[in-house]
């Protein structure tokens, strides 16, 4: 089989996880599975999938999104959806920018045999197998024709974990030793990898991953059995921690230390939403990730989890707007609206739930709230807040209509504010 066919093969059996800067998108309906664009969660730059599952970094959302493209020419060139059909998506990054990126396995082989996943040993599907140097030529044919700009390269495991993440830092090197490749690279860390691999991971690539998969050790039982989550999974990402802060970025790549993130599986082991947001809130704490990725859980045939209900996309949106109150709104865990379940409610915004409790009889004053206050009030992003502080300078912001013109979504803002000591709500009327 030659490498264009691998490719295809892969694409055609994954949905490949939300890496990256994915932004989430809003459900039609909390009892839907149907998507929409819709306004992206705070600070979040464009809507994109809000499928995956992540088997260690693979999946399959991109071939329902090939097979749309191929049949939509308005939506898409025939160009894309053949790019799309060997795996190349585009991928936001930091910054706004867009990127070409091509997700892949090495393998699709895997001894392992977690419950969710497409790629556990036993099931009965055609598999395919890169060797190193064959996935950095590949790719590096599709770099240079600028089909593919970055990749994000993950693996089944074959042979233990050490074994096969040798093998990915193996085509690492190859692709930026041997063919110079200096764009973005996403490389995943393998269960079982050890502290020297995850180092030498980290001198090449521009972020390193590891899924947890769950929230703790105890729902991971029930996902995957055969993973252990302190040994596998969490101390790899503690030890890539530890390297970012004690030693020098000079031996990152291109003199910098590579971004971390990881995915949880939501909905396929009865865990609750305060036990997710619980090992977020620690993540970005203790382990500084730049993100953690939350898969709603899909049924996968043939899986001991097939007759399991896919998880609703609502849940999956709502802990992703809290997972921002908590990385960039200065939340604690403590402020998250938990239902006596431990769920977040799903009709309602984490942060207007916040807000309806705190601050509709304690409304803040725009004109005089510091920075942190104003991080607290619905529809007024860390974007917003600047453009505030800025136009304080200026003068007084005196109506809804200052407020709208500087970014802030005075509508959602309006119920929990003051503007020069007065409350706003009645001007909405007016528009
Ligand atoms: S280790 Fe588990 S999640 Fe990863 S590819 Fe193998 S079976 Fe899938």
Redesign the pocket.
């Known amino acids: 089989m030659d490498a264009t066919a691998k490719f295809e093969l892969f694409a055609s059996y994954m949905n490949l996880e939300p890496a990256e800067e994915h932004t989430p998108v809003q459900p039609v309906a909390a009892s839907s599975n149907t998507l929409r664009e819709a306004p992206a969660p705070y600070n979040t730059t464009r809507p994109g999938s809000a499928y995956a599952r992540?088997?260690?970094g693979?999946s399959p959302a991109e071939l329902r999104q090939a097979v749309d493209a191929a049949s939509s020419p308005l939506k898409s060139s025939s160009s894309d959806a053949k790019k799309r059909a060997l795996g190349i998506s585009y991928a936001a990054m930091p910054g706004g920018k867009h990127m070409a990126m091509l997700k892949t396995l090495l393998t699709s082989a895997?001894e392992?045999?977690?419950f969710y996943?497409p790629?556990?040993?036993g099931r009965d599907f055609r598999r395919a197998t890169f060797k190193p140097d064959e996935m950095a030529r590949a790719f590096m044919g599709l770099h240079r024709t600028s089909a593919a700009e970055g990749l994000f390269l993950s693996s089944?495991?074959a042979g233990g974990g050490v074994r096969t993440q040798d093998q990915l830092i193996d085509t690492a090197d190859i692709l930026r030793h041997k063919l110079n490749y200096r764009g973005y690279l996403h490389l995943k860390i393998m269960?079982g990898a050890d502290r020297a691999q995850v180092e030498r991971s980290m001198q090449l690539a521009n972020r390193v991953s590891i899924n947890l998969?769950a929230p703790n050790a105890a729902r991971l039982t029930r996902l995957?059995p055969h993973?252990n989550f302190f040994d596998e999974l969490l101390r790899p990402l503690q030890w890539v921690e530890d390297i970012r802060s004690t030693q020098s970025a000079h031996a990152g790549w291109n003199g910098h230390w590579p971004s971390t993130v990881t995915q949880l599986v939501v909905g396929g082991a009865d865990e609750s939403d305060v036990e997710i947001m619980s090992i977020s809130a620690e993540l970005y704490k203790r382990l500084h990730l730049a993100r953690v990725y939350y898969s709603a859980f899909h049924p996968v045939s043939n899986t001991p989890l097939e007759n399991r209900p896919a998880e609703k996309p609502m849940r999956e949106f709502r802990l992703y707007q809290s997972s921002f109150l908590l990385r960039d709104y200065g939340f604690d865990l403590e402020d998250l609206p938990f239902t006596q379940n431990g769920n977040l409610p799903l009709e309602v915004d984490p942060k207007i739930a916040w807000a309806q409790i705190n601050l509709s009889e304690s409304p803040v004053e725009v004109n005089k709230a510091d920075k942190q206050a104003l991080l607290r009030i619905p529809g007024v992003g860390p974007k917003g807040v600047n453009e505030i502080l800025t136009a304080r300078r200026k003068g007084k912001l005196c109506n809804l209509r200052d407020l709208q013109k500087i970014g802030v979504i005075a509508s959602r803002a309006a119920p929990f504010i003051l503007l020069d000591g007065r409350r706003p709500s009645q001007q909405l009327n007016l528009w």
């Open positions: 992540a088997p260690c693979s895997c392992r045999d977690c996943c790629f556990r040993a089944g495991i269960p998969e995957a993973k």
